[in-house]
């Protein structure tokens, strides 16, 4: 099975979240055989307009700051957060699609 990108934002503040979380999401990723290509982000913005634009298929991030993407987001009935946290390193949630149901059955 193979998903389209998934974005995980490089800020500066957020440098060695970004790149746990990316070492999480490759290990996962080559364990269940996904295909997940890791896109990094210069910031927030550009990690949701990635995924408003299809350019990614989830944005990841710490659901808090999630939940505030949403809000901002042009259509925020479109996003959900994953219910299960992914990260080990701080409780992070995958912001995706509500319609794609292939990518939430994977990523819930």
């Known amino acids: 099975m193979s998903f389209a ?7 500066v503040s957020q440098r060695l979240l970004s790149y746990a979380i990316s070492a999480q999401l490759n290990r996962v990723s080559n ?8 896109m ?3 910031d927030q913005a550009e990690g949701c307009l990635m995924l408003e634009t ?4 989830s944005f990841v991030l710490d659901d808090i700051q999630l939940a505030v993407a949403i809000a901002r987001s042009r259509s925020p009935s479109a996003y959900a957060i994953s219910t299960e946290a992914f990260s080990k390193v701080e409780p992070c949630g995958i912001m995706l699609r509500k319609d794609d149901e292939p990518f939430r059955a994977v990523a819930d």
């Open 5 to 11: 990108p998934v974005e995980v934002s490089a800020g």
């Open 40 to 42: 990094p982000a210069q």
């Open 31 to 38: 364990e269940r055989n996904l295909g997940i290509k890791i």
């Open 54 to 57: 299809d350019r990614a298929a």
